[in-house]
């Protein structure tokens, strides 16, 4: 879901509060991963051989692809949700987050190439802005 169906569909406030909760999970799938990968380095035998060892390996190699995974989308959900966050304060009325989308474009995959921005309208005193 877009960050604009979003907000259209919650409100800003509860999208940004969701976007936090999913970013932090990510987060702890992230820290998991990590603790799995460094008891199962602790565990590895490569002197016994056998079916053990390379079973323990590509449960390292699993657990730090999902780990690093995991990291990239967690970043990427809080940045975007902290930018959104910065920008959504009232030049006007200074009023945080009482906001109604207008119109948003590029988050979708055929306008990969233009960043996106939100049409916002204040819901106090009217005045629009544009975040990008």
């Known amino acids: 879901m877009s960050p604009a169906d979003g907000i259209r569909k919650l409100g800003f ?3 940004y509060q969701r976007q936090l909760i999913e970013g932090h999970a ?7 991963c990590m603790i799995l990968a460094a008891a199962c380095l602790e565990d590895l035998s490569l002197r016994s051989g056998g079916w053990k060892a390379v079973t ?9 692809l999902i ?4 990291l990239k989308r967690y970043k990427q959900l809080l ?4 930018h959104i966050a910065e920008h959504s304060t009232c030049e006007r009325c200074a ?3 009482r906001l109604s989308i207008l119109s948003a474009g590029g988050s979708d995959a055929a306008s990969a ?5 939100l049409r916002v309208q204040c819901r106090k005193c009217g005045h629009q802005w544009l975040i990008e």
């Open 56 to 64: 323990t390996l590509a449960l390292i190699a699993c657990a730090g």
């Open 95 to 97: 009023e945080y987050g």
């Open 113 to 117: 190439l233009a960043p996106p921005w």
């Open 26 to 32: 990510w987060f702890v799938t992230c820290f998991l």
């Open 79 to 82: 940045d975007r949700a902290e």
């Open 13 to 15: 406030r509860r999208w």
């Open 67 to 70: 780990g690093v995974t995991a």
